[in-house]
C-alpha cells in the first residue's frame, strides 16, 4: 500500500503559504492571490512519492481549526513573511501553539524565511532568527530556510527538504515496528 505523508502547512495570514505551495506544484506565481478561507489538500510529488500538504488559513478566525487540522501530520512546514517584523511576536505565538501541541511531540519542522525577495527580509533576518527561537525547539528535527517565489531563492532546497524528510519519517515508522515486534516477545 502507498505510503501516506501528510504534511501541515502553516503560518499566519499573507505570510504566503498558498503561493509558495503553488508554486511547488506548478512553478506559477498568482499576484492576485486570494486568502485562503478552508483547508485545502494539495497533492505533491517529488520524485514519484506523494505528499498530501493541508495548507492552513491563517486569518484570526480560522486558528482554532489548525488543532484538527496538524493531526497525524508527519511533517510541519512554517511561513514566516520576513517582511513584516511588527507581526514577529504574533508569528511566534502560533508557532509555538503548535510545537507545544501534544499531537505533534518529535514531528518534523521546517521553517521558511519567505518573502527573501524583499529588501525588507533581508533586513529582519536576524531579528525573525531571535524572534523565533528556533535553536530552543527541542526534541525533533527543525531545518530552515530562506524562500521566495519571486526570486526562486530555496524552492528546490525546500523540495529537497521535504523529501529527505521522508527518511526521517520511514525511520520512525520502522522503529515504531520494531518496537512493537519488541513488545510481542515480552
Ligand atoms: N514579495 C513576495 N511576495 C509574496 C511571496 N509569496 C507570496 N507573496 C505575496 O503575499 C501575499 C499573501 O500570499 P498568500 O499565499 O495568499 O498568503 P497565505 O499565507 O496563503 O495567506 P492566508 O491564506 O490568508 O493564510 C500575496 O499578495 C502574495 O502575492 C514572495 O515570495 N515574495
Ligand atoms: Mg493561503
Not at 520502522?174 to 519488541?182: E, R, T
Request: proline share 2%; net charge negative.
Amino acid at each position: 500500500m502507498e505510503q501516506k505523508i501528510k504534511v501541515f502547512l502553516f503560518g499566519l495570514d499573507n505570510a504566503g503559504k498558498t503561493s509558495l505551495l503553488k508554486y511547488l506544484k506548478e512553478e506559477k506565481v498568482d499576484e492576485n492571490q486570494s486568502p485562503t478561507r478552508e483547508f485545502d489538500v494539495i497533492k505533491l510529488a517529488i520524485e514519484n512519492q506523494k505528499f498530501f500538504i493541508w495548507d492552513a488559513p491563517g486569518q484570526v478566525k480560522y486558528r482554532e481549526q489548525w488543532e484538527r487540522g496538524v493531526l497525524d501530520s508527519d511533517l510541519l512546514i512554517f511561513v514566516l513573511d520576513t517582511a513584516d517584523n511588527e507581526r514577529f511576536d504574533e508569528a511566534k505565538m502560533e508557532l509555538d501553539i503548535i510545537l507545544n501541541n501534544f499531537d505533534t511531540i518529535g514531528i518534523p519542522i521546517i521553517i521558511c524565511f519567505h518573502k527573501i525577495d524583499l529588501e525588507a527580509a533581508k533586513d529582519n533576518l536576524n531579528e525573525a532568527f531571535k524572534v523565533l527561537e528556533l535553536a530552543e525547539i527541542k526534541e525533533r528535527k527543525a531545518n530552515w530556510l530562506k524562500t521566495s517565489v519571486i526570486s526562486e531563492e530555496g524552492i528546490e532546497d525546500l523540495e529537497a527538504m521535504i523529501y529527505f524528510s521522508l527518511i526521517l519519517i520511514e525511520t520512525q515508522m520502522n522503529l515504531d515496528s520494531v518496537q512493537n515486534k519488541y513488545n510481542d516477545l515480552e
